[in-house]
């Protein structure tokens, strides 16, 4: 399912084509967990590879990895047999530059100059350094120093286990979707299935972890969905102007055929 999704670029941010990084290019994340054995294999950051859940799928069954990010990711795909390939689209491209136009508005950086909310970088922390921030740097030495780059990788919740997505066969699945830079701080798809663990209903277990995230962040973007091993489902979100509902396909033996359902954000 989340191949074929990725051949056809869903909702224009998953797969070849989605939203590019502030350098224009895109690289996908992926995540795929076994529920039976909890093995986990997922890819971060990777770049001319446009089957990224099939990548992850191949972490799990030939490494004994969890997790490859940027061009460790990209080489063991290349390895694996996957064909490296142009994530560039004019889609993504036409994205890219109506992005830079409106300068880079929106973007991740803050505490930095120029003005992130206000221009396009390059950006660099401010020149003045707090005292604390001196003592520290003084007391650094050749032999406990660590090497910085100044390009960003950019790592979402998608390819954490426990974040993006979580699985365990004894008491059911979960995943989330939205502002992945909150929701990874709180394992949402992890608590959910605990939560499901202890006999709470799916769509319970999703409300409960939508509103813990709530007291710290009430005004986040986010979804999550839950199954547990009896077939039972559910999903909630959090409701912000212009998400109020979600949608979400079901697809279950006692259904004909896949169908959408929605539910009201909380």
């Known amino acids: 399912g989340c191949g074929q999704c990725e051949i056809d670029q869903c909702d224009g941010s998953v797969g070849y084509g989605g939203s590019p990084d502030e350098s224009g290019e895109t690289t996908l994340d992926a995540m795929i967990m076994d529920g039976n054995t909890m093995d986990v294999g997922a890819v971060a950051d990777l770049r001319h590879i446009k089957n990224a859940i099939g990548v992850a799928r191949k972490v799990m069954e030939y490494t004994k990895h969890t997790l490859l990010v940027g061009e460790s990711a990209s080489l063991f795909a290349v390895r694996m047999g996957f064909p490296y ?53 003084s007391q650094r030495s050749v ?101 109020t509902q979600f949608h979400f396909m079901v697809s279950s033996p006692s259904l004909n055929q896949p169908t959408e359902q929605v539910v009201e954000c909380i």
């Open 143 to 243: 032999h406990n120093h660590d090497t910085i780059g100044n390009n960003l990788c950019r790592v979402g919740d998608s390819p954490i286990a426990g974040a993006g997505s979580y699985a365990d066969s004894t008491a059911g699945g979960a995943a989330a979707t939205g502002d992945g830079d909150i929701m990874m701080r709180f394992l949402p798809s992890y608590q959910a299935v605990e939560y499901m663990r202890m006999g709470t209903d799916p769509t319970v277990a999703c409300q409960k972890v939508i509103s813990r995230i709530q007291k710290y962040a009430p005004k986040f973007f986010g979804a999550v969905i839950c199954a547990n091993t009896t077939g039972s489902y559910g999903a909630a979100c959090n409701k912000i102007p212009g998400f």
């Open 85 to 137: 390939e142009d994530l560039t689209t004019q889609k993504s491209l036409s994205v890219y530059s109506k992005w830079l136009n409106q300068s880079c508005q929106p973007n991740y950086w803050k505490n930095v100059v120029p003005d992130s909310s206000k221009s396009c970088g390059p950006y660099k922390r401010p020149e003045k350094v707090t005292c604390k921030e001196e003592q520290t740097i």
